[in-house]
C-alpha cells in the first residue's frame, strides 16, 4: 500500500469516463484521503461505451445496464463530481484547470483522461441522419433511426464501423459498408482476419464497397438520402455512419507547457508533467517493453493505464514504475469474437490454426513472438495470450499453437 503523500491534497481528474474512473478508484485503494474532483464534458457518471455498438444497439441492453458507477459508489469514493462542464485551459505554472462555465479548479495531482472524439467527414456538417458513434446519445441515435427495412450506410470498415454494421443488420436494417482500402481494418492484422471478416459480413447480408471513397453526401430537407461514391455509384441511405477514427481530445491542452503530439506525450510511467499524469486513449507513452512510443484505443488499456497512472502519481516520479502492458483488445460481431494481444511488426510472419470460422494467428521473427491474432476461438487464443505475456518464444509458441 503506498503511503498517501501530503504533497498532493486534493487530485483532480479531467475526462470522466473509463481510464478516470479506474485512476480514482487507484486512489482509493490505495488509501489516498484527500479530495478528489472528477470534471467529465458528458452528463452522465462514467459509463462503458464497448456496448454501445453491440449491445445497446442491438437492443439487448438498455443504455442503464452500459453505467460504469452510480451516486451511491460516487459518494462511497468521496468523488466531488463536475459533470456536463468541460474543462478549456491547464496552467501547470499555477497547478489550475479552466472550466467552460467560468470557474478555475485548483489541483495538486493532475490525471489527464479526456479520451478521443470521433472523426467527421469533412462535407458532413448540418446533414441530419449523419453520424458518429462515441457517446451513449450517439447509439440511442442509431438505434433510432437503424431499425428493419431502414437503409443503412457505415462509412469505414475498421472495427467501430463492422460492428455497428453487424448491430444494424441483426435488427434487419440493409447495410451497406464503403471503404477506401481494399480489405477492413486496413488489412493491418492480415489475410485471415480479413477474408473471415469479409466472409462473415457478406453471409449475413451486408454489402461491401471496399476500395470506394465518399465524394458526396446527398440531403432533401436537411435530412441525409444518399451517398455519392467517387467511382460513380450512388448509394441511397437513411443513415450513414462514420467510423473513419477518432482524435485524442487535447485542445482544451493548448499553451499548457504539455508535449501535444497524437496525444499527450509521456514519460514511461505516464507523467507528462511534474504531478501530471495522462491515461487511456489520450496517453501517448514509451512502453519499455518494446521501446517504442504508443497510443492506445482500446478498453483494457484505459482500465489499466489509469490504475498505473495514478499509482504512479501517488508514488511520485522517483518511485514511480514503467507502464509497460502486452496491448488487448477484443471485438464482438453476431456473437463472434475478434481478438488481439501485442504489437504488430512490419517484418514478422504469420502462422496460423484454424479455417476462416475460427482461428488463431500468431506472428514473429526468429525467437520474437510478436502478437497474437484470434478470431471465433478464446480458448486457443487465451492460452497463447499467456505464452506471449510470459515472454515465450515465437518457435515454442508457434508448436504450441500446433496442437491446440
Ligand atoms: C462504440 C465503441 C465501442 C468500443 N468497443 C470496444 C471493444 O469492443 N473493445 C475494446 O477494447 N475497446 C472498445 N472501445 C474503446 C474503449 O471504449 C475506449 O478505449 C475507452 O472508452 C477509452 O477510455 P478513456 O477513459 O480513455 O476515454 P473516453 O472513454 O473517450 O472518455 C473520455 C471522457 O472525457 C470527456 N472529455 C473530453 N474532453 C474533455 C474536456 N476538455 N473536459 C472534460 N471532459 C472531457 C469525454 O466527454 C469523455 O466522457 C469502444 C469504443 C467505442 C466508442
Known amino acids: 500500500m503506498t503511503h498517501p503523500d501530503s504533497r498532493l491534497n486534493r487530485i483532480v481528474v479531467v475526462g470522466a469516463s473509463l481510464a478516470g474512473l479506474n485512476a480514482v478508484r487507484e486512489l482509493r485503494r490505495r488509501g489516498y484521503p484527500h479530495e478528489i474532483v472528477l470534471i467529465g464534458a458528458e452528463r452522465h457518471l462514467p459509463y462503458d461505451r464497448p456496448p454501445l455498438s453491440k449491445q445497446v444497439l442491438t437492443g439487448e441492453w438498455g443504455a442503464d445496464r452500459a453505467a460504469l458507477l452510480d451516486e451511491t459508489e460516487a459518494d462511497l469514493l468521496r468523488i466531488r463530481r463536475y459533470l456536463s462542464v468541460t ?3 491547464l496552467d501547470t505554472d499555477a497547478r489550475q484547470v479552466q472550466l467552460s462555465d467560468g470557474r478555475l479548479v485548483k489541483y495538486d495531482g493532475l490525471v489527464v483522461a479526456t479520451g478521443c472524439h470521433p472523426v467527421q467527414l469533412p462535407f458532413a456538417a448540418n446533414i441530419d441522419g449523419v453520424v458518429t458513434l462515441r457517446t451513449i446519445e450517439d447509439s440511442l441515435d442509431i438505434y433510432a433511426r437503424s431499425g428493419a427495412g431502414a437503409k443503412v450506410a457505415v462509412v469505414g470498415a475498421g472495427f467501430i464501423g463492422l460492428e455497428v454494421a453487424a448491430s444494424c443488420r441483426s435488427r434487419g436494417a440493409d447495410v451497406t459498408v464503403i471503404d477506401i482500402a481494399p480489405v477492413p481494418l486496413g488489412g493491418r492484422f492480415g489475410p485471415p482476419l480479413s477474408d473471415a471478416l469479409v466472409t462473415m459480413h457478406k453471409e449475413q447480408g451486408i454489402d461491401l464497397r471496399f476500395g470506394e471513397t465518399v465524394g458526396s453526401i446527398e440531403a432533401i430537407d ?14 441511397p441511405a437513411d443513415l450513414v455512419v462514420v467510423g473513419v477514427g477518432v482524435r485524442p481530445a487535447v485542445n482544451w491542452l493548448a499553451g499548457s507547457g504539455l508535449t501535444i503530439c497524437d496525444g499527450v506525450v509521456c514519460d514511461e510511467a505516464c507523467f507528462a508533467a511534474p504531478d501530471v499524469v495522462a491515461a487511456g486513449d489520450v496517453a501517448r507513452w514509451t512502453n519499455r517493453r518494446v521501446g517504442e512510443s504508443m497510443r492506445i484505443e482500446h478498453w483494457t488499456n484505459a482500465a489499466e493505464q489509469g490504475r498505473a497512472a495514478a499509482a504512479n502519481l501517488l508514488a511520485g516520479r522517483d518511485a514511480a514504475r514503467p507502464y509497460e502492458p502486452v496491448p488487448y483488445f477484443w471485438s464482438d460481431q453476431y456473437r463472434r469474437r475478434t481478438q488481439f494481444a501485442g504489437f ?7 502462422v496460423t490454426a484454424g479455417g476462416l470460422d475460427r482461428f488463431v494467428t500468431l506472428t514473429g521473427c526468429g525467437e520474437r513472438f510478436d502478437a497474437v491474432i484470434g478470431f471465433g476461438w478464446p480458448a486457443a487464443f487465451t492460452r497463447m495470450r499467456r505464452m506471449l505475456v510470459d515472454r515465450v518464444a515465437f518457435p515454442e509458441a508457434v508448436k504450441a499453437l500446433r496442437t491446440s
Do not use: E, H, Y
Not at 222 to 235: A, C, H, I, K, Y
Open 222 to 235: 436537411g435530412l441525409v438520402s444518399g451517398l455519392q461514391l467517387v467511382s460513380g455509384l450512388r448509394l
Open 344 to 350: 504488430l511488426r512490419p517484418d514478422a510472419d504469420q
Open 87 to 89: 474543462a478549456t485551459g
